[in-house]
């Protein structure tokens, strides 16, 4: 199914530990994006990149890293400093060319805090 | 500030029934939107977007400026309609989604 890929699909972290979500595409997209999904909050912004080397916070970027030093990764990192990290994660990537908005997504990884 | 509501956490209907999955939005620009769906197991995925007026599945949806509402509706149900729907808007190359509504379709 190519496009974007998400590893891993289950994650499971201590409390204290960071833990770094993979994002992949190779939809030669110009932005990604990363959102957390929760029951009944829908989907929320945590960071997007629109080019390599620059990245913007989205909604609740606290607690969270990115970088986007390839334009095919956009790795997320969940620190010691995210007060409830249980949930499930989306990437995202589209176009910025033409004015179509419309996101791809990946398939997701759940991260359970112990 | 951009907002995108979904009042209905869960709709359930019988088969053959007409669906109406509703949305609004506040926005003070000129609106894109787009309904993304979410099937058990499977990627989330745009269904379809208002830009484009299609029909897709049999589902449409309405722009309705005056009411700021981009209702989803389906004359007849099918059991594989069954999902998790989300209203989205775009602005500056971002989405902002609604908290989706869960689609159950009984036989």
């Known amino acids: 199914d190519g496009g974007i890929t998400q590893s891993p699909k289950y994650l499971f972290r201590k409390e204290g530990q960071n833990v770094t979500l993979s994002c992949e595409q190779n939809?030669?997209?110009?932005?990604m994006y990363w959102y957390r999904q929760d029951p009944g909050q829908g989907l929320r912004l945590i960071y997007y990149?629109?080019?390599?080397?620059?990245?913007q916070k989205g909604d609740i970027a606290e607690g969270y890293s990115v970088s986007r030093e390839k334009k095919e990764s956009f790795p997320l990192t969940v620190t010691s400093a995210q007060k409830n990290p249980t949930a499930f994660y989306l990437c995202?990537?589209?176009?910025?060319?033409?004015?179509?908005?419309?996101?791809?997504f990946g398939p997701g990884t759940r991260l359970t805090v112990l | 500030a951009q907002r995108v509501t979904q009042p209905e956490k869960l709709l359930s209907v019988f088969k053959g029934a007409p669906v109406e999955l509703k949305c609004n939005y506040s926005?003070?620009?000129?609106?894109?939107l787009f309904w993304y769906v979410q099937y058990s197991r499977q990627r989330l995925q745009l269904l379809l977007r208002?830009?484009s007026r299609e029909s897709i599945k049999g589902f449409t949806a309405d722009l309705n400026k005056g009411e700021t509402s981009f209702h989803l509706k389906k004359p007849f149900a099918q059991e594989e309609d069954s999902a998790m729907y989300y209203c989205?808007?775009?602005?500056?190359?971002?989405?902002?989604f609604g908290a989706g509504t869960i689609l159950r379709v009984k036989s």
């Open positions: 995202a990537s589209t176009h910025l060319a033409g004015g179509n908005n419309e996101q791809f």
């Open positions: 939809l030669n997209h110009d932005a």
């Open positions: 990149s629109q080019i390599v080397n620059d990245f």
């Open positions: 926005y003070s620009g000129s609106p894109e």
């Open positions: 208002h830009i």
């Open positions: 989205a808007l775009s602005y500056g190359n971002k989405l902002v």
